[in-house]
C-alpha cells in the first residue's frame, strides 16, 4: 500500500466509526419477508400438469435468489407469479384427473 493513499473502510472503524459494521453486516434496516411460495410450489409438483408446475417451481427458485441479491421488488413479482401459476397447475391438475375418472369410469366393460 503506497503511502499517502486513500483511508479503507478498516481504517475509519478503527477510529471508532461504525462503518465497519454497515460492511460487514449490511443495513440495520429490516428486510421485508419472503414469500416466494415454495412449498406450495413443490406440492403441486404432485399434480399432473407436469410444464406448468415446473414453471411455478422455477419462478419459485427465482423468487428466492432476487431476495438473496436484495431485489426485493423482483422477488415480490416473481413470488406472486408462483403463486399463479401454481394455482393454475392445481386446476388443471384437477381437471385433468376429473376428465380422466369420468371416462374411465364411464365406459362400459363387456
Avoid: E
Wanted: hydrophobic content about 40%.
Amino acid at each position: 500500500m503506497a503511502p499517502g493513499g486513500s483511508q479503507t473502510d478498516v481504517k475509519d472503524s478503527l477510529n471508532g466509526s461504525m462503518d465497519f459494521y454497515r460492511s460487514w453486516f449490511g443495513s440495520t434496516t429490516p428486510r421485508p419477508p419472503l414469500r416466494n411460495y415454495l412449498v406450495l410450489t413443490i406440492l403441486t409438483c404432485f399434480c399432473p400438469a407436469y410444464p406448468v408446475n415446473i414453471l411455478a417451481l422455477v419462478f419459485s427458485i427465482m423468487s428466492r435468489n432476487s431476495y438473496d441479491q436484495g431485489d426485493y421488488d423482483g422477488s415480490r413479482r416473481l413470488g406472486k407469479m408462483a403463486l399463479y401459476v401454481s394455482i393454475a397447475s392445481i386446476i388443471i391438475g384437477i381437471l385433468i384427473i376429473t376428465i380422466f375418472c369420468a371416462v374411465h369410469f364411464s365406459t362400459k366393460n363387456v
